[in-house]
C-alpha cells in the first residue's frame, strides 16, 4: 500500500476534518444569493430583485469542486426599518465573524460608496464584481485588488471563485 504524504503547506487534510465557514457578503440586491446558489449546486437560497429577500442567513454544506465548507449566505446589509430584518443583518454579522474567508460581493451598477467601505472592512476578502456584463458606475479595480469578475445568473466567473477560494484555504490539489 502506497504511503501518502501530503506537501508541504498542504492543508487538504486539516480542512477535510474541520470544513471551513465561508460567508457571502454584500449590499442588498448585489447577486449574493444568486451567487450561493451556484456554490451550493442548487436552490437554496430564494433571490429576486427586491431589498430584503434574504432575511437570514443560509448556512450549508457545499462542495467546491473537492473542498467541502459550511457556505453562509447572508442578507445584504443595508439600513432598514423593518426591526425582524434589521434583527437578521446583525445576526448575520456573528456568523460572518466566525468565517474563515468571507466573499463580499459588490455591484459596479449601483452606488459605490457603501460597498467600498464594506469592501474595506473585510481586508482579506475575496472581493467578486457581480454584473461584469452591465455597464458600471464605478471602477471596482480602482479600489480592490484581484477582483473576480462574475455574471451570477448565468454563472461565469463561478469556477474562477471556486478556484480562488480553494486556493486561499492552500489546497495543492487542483480538480
Known sequence: MEK???EPGDKSLWWLLHPPRVAIVGVANVGKSTLA???FARERSITADVPGTTRDWVGEMANLDGLLVMLMDTPGVRDTSDGIEREAIERSGAEVGRADLVIAVVDPTQEAREQIELGKKYREAIIVANKKDRPG???VGAYFKGVIGTVATS????DQLKSEIRKR???RIWI
Open 4 to 6: 501518502f504524504e501530503a
Open 37 to 39: 446558489n451556484w456554490l
Open 137 to 139: 458606475v464605478w471602477d
Open 155 to 158: 454563472g461565469e466567473g463561478v
Open 169 to 171: 484555504f492552500g489546497l
